[in-house]
């Protein structure tokens, strides 16, 4: 590689390397790797100007090159952002990927013949680049990226020493090639800058609400806002052992105009630390596939909670999350009554009603539950008309409750009395009110719904798609239950039972290289090193083994050292050449025996020259024989004036 060519890669490589570090909000990281790289690049033409000719680079094999690899891996994994990623930066997935790939490229401009070529180590620097646009780096991401390509397809250029000069090509082909550079940045530079806000024209028209958190819930709920969520198969969380049915997330006890709002907390203690659960009970995991705001998202029903790594505290609705500096990578209950994180009993905010909604309410709920006697009967009564007189659908349109007017323009009462279609919310929203219009305490819980089975990695997947909202109401002699006012046909659509064998086995991939970063950043360095480099040295040493073993022969192995054959095979074969019996390539000394038997050069000495070779075999190979007496038989058949070749 000639000196250019080795800066322009070294360039383009900086350029991956500066990038990655502003995708893992490391810029100080990456600007030091940069400028490390463009250094040892120039460093290196200096030191071959010296000479007659360039400096080659560092000459490796194949397997020293993967032994490199492999030993370098742990600085992968010291480049990777050690938490969770925020709102603008890249997700463990994408940042170890990025990571690996750029450690990679990094050496490979610096050896002489690195494997996959000059392509290989400017596609390893492209993957880095690539897997670094998961972050939101605004205007510097394209920036970069455009600088990498050009630096990369220049340093191809260079890289190959049967490419015409410029000045060389004629005109006209240099005039097409500016013209096709300028058109293709053209066309760039127009995407780059009209893309983003026809993005933003699109989600506008759509209605998405920018507002919502990462988690898809906050401390308010739009009706109609995880809309987004229901039509997204992302994964969110992955859960092992007895499948939890509601996963609680967010919880609203004040409703006005088409929106739902949480009062503000009462508690925000400390979790206290639970007990190891005995070795019986069925222990669920929860291991989240996003950022999830810091929430916890635990069933109604869960005892002996406990978040590894964190600090989780929880609030008077039995909500848990842990605190800013805490990674949560997973979470543990028992099923069972809660001992911790208890839910407190009913407020008066818990059975309020819209003034100018409450009269309606009232006379819908009495005529839906007429001969219920208790709360639990109402509470069905309620819930069976939702499921016979009411249609799931994530197509309705309800008013969004900003106009004035008590009927109208309140998605909730144009719900019930109008157009009897809707999702989730609206039915949660709906089966609330009506219940608290019954003096029940009520509030609508967000969160999601476990539904779906992967069978290849044996857990439960949970997707965007199964976000859901239901209501929990009081009940004095059991507490706070359940109640599901959506149709079971809604359900159903929430998400598959069994998710197919190929996005399972990627699903798994991907939970495995997240688990396997996990475990990783929780090792010390050293540990790691030698991790990857102890079965390395061990398959190195076995190789070197093999490779002397081959080397010695078949003979040595068993019979001590090698010994080449004495002088008078070498005389007897030499015979059999001049009569046309050369021996082949392989041939035992048994095979050209026979051969020699009947070859028609050797005449009436044939048998005689077989039954040398034969004789010759039992004493090499089976110390029959005498060694003095061969070889005076064959000196003596050497010089007989043998047939010339037909």
């Given at each position: 590689?000639?000196?250019g060519a080795r800066l322009l890669q070294a360039a383009a490589l900086a350029c991956a390397a500066f990038l990655y570090g502003l995708a893992a909000d490391q ?434 997947l949970v997707r965007e798609r199964d976000a859901h909202a239901w209501v929990e109401a009081w009940v004095p002699e059991r507490g706070w239950v359940t109640v ?140 029959q024989g005498d060694a003095a007496e061969l070889a005076t038989r064959i000196q003596a058949f050497a010089r007989r004036p043998l047939a010339p070749p037909p």
């Open positions: 590689m000639t000196a810029p100080l990281l990456g600007a030091s790797l940069a400028t490390l790289l463009l250094l040892a690049a120039a460093a290196l033409a200096l030191t071959g100007r010296r000479g007659a000719a360039p400096h080659a680079g560092l000459a490796l094999g194949p397997l020293p090159q993967a032994a490199l690899a492999l030993v370098a891996l742990p600085a992968a994994w010291a480049l990777t952002p050690a938490s969770a990623a925020g709102p603008t930066q890249l997700g463990p997935f994408w940042a170890g990927l990025a990571a690996v790939a750029l450690v990679l490229a990094l050496p490979r401009p610096f050896l002489a013949r690195p494997h996959g070529g000059h392509a290989g180590t400017l596609g390893l620097g492209l993957l880095a680049v690539l897997a670094s646009g998961g972050a939101r780096l605004g205007p510097a991401y394209p920036a970069l990226m455009g600088a990498y390509l050009v630096i990369a397809l220049t340093a191809l250029s260079a890289s190959d020493p049967g490419r015409p000069r410029w000045r060389a090509l004629a005109l006209r082909h240099r005039v097409g090639v500016a013209l096709g550079l300028t058109l293709s940045a053209g066309i760039a530079l127009s995407a780059a800058l009209a893309l983003p806000p026809a993005h933003d024209w699109a989600i506008r028209k759509l209605g998405y609400d920018a507002r919502a958190n990462a988690s898809g819930f906050s401390t308010s709920l739009q009706l109609g806002g995880l809309t987004d969520l229901l039509l997204s198969d992302a994964p969110v969380l992955r859960v092992t052992g007895p499948r939890p049915d509601y996963l609680r997330g967010a919880a609203y006890d004040l409703y006005f105009k088409g929106r739902w709002l949480t009062r503000a907390r009462t508690r925000s203690v400390p979790l206290p630390a639970a007990a190891p659960p005995a070795p019986t009970d069925p222990v669920v995991e929860l291991r989240p596939a996003k950022d999830l705001d810091r929430r916890v998202f635990l069933p109604l029903d869960a005892r002996a909670i406990a978040v590894p790594g964190a600090t989780p505290r929880a609030d008077n609705w039995g909500l848990v999350t842990v605190g800013p500096g805490d990674d949560l990578t997973r979470a543990r209950f028992v099923p069972g009554p809660r001992d911790r994180a208890l839910v407190d009993p009913p407020s008066d905010v818990d059975t309020e009603i819209p003034r100018e909604l409450r009269p309606v309410l009232t006379a819908l709920a009495f005529d839906w539950t007429q001969g219920a006697d208790t709360r639990e009967a109402r509470l069905a009564a309620l819930v069976r008309r939702f499921h016979t007189d009411f249609t799931y659908s994530l197509r309705s349109r309800h008013p969004d409750g900003r106009d004035a007017g008590p009927r109208a323009t309140d998605p909730i009462m144009h719900f019930l009395l109008e157009d009897r279609r809707g999702h989730c919310e609206y039915f949660a929203s709906a089966m609330a009110l009506l219940a608290r219009s019954l003096g029940i305490p009520a509030r609508v819980v967000g969160g999601y719904r476990v539904t779906e089975r992967n069978p290849v990695g044996d857990y439960w599901e006012p959506t149709p079971p046909s809604g359900l159903a659509e929430a998400g598959s039972l069994t998710t197919s064998w190929w996005a399972g086995a990627f699903d798994l991939l991907s939970d495995r290289w997240r688990r396997g970063l996990e475990l990783l950043m929780a090792q010390d360095p050293l540990a790691v090193v030698a991790l990857g480099a102890g079965p390395l040295l061990l398959v190195l040493l076995l190789l070197r083994l093999r490779g002397r073993t081959r080397r010695r022969g078949p003979a040595a192995r068993h019979a001590g050292a090698y010994s080449p054959p004495p002088p008078c095979l070498t005389t007897l074969l030499d015979a059999l050449a001049g009569a046309g019996l050369a021996r082949a390539p392989h041939e035992s000394l048994e095979a050209l025996a026979a051969r020699a038997a009947v070859h028609p050069g050797l005449g009436a000495d044939a048998p005689t020259a077989a039954a040398l070779l034969t004789d010759y075999a039992a004493w090499r190979y089976g110390a």
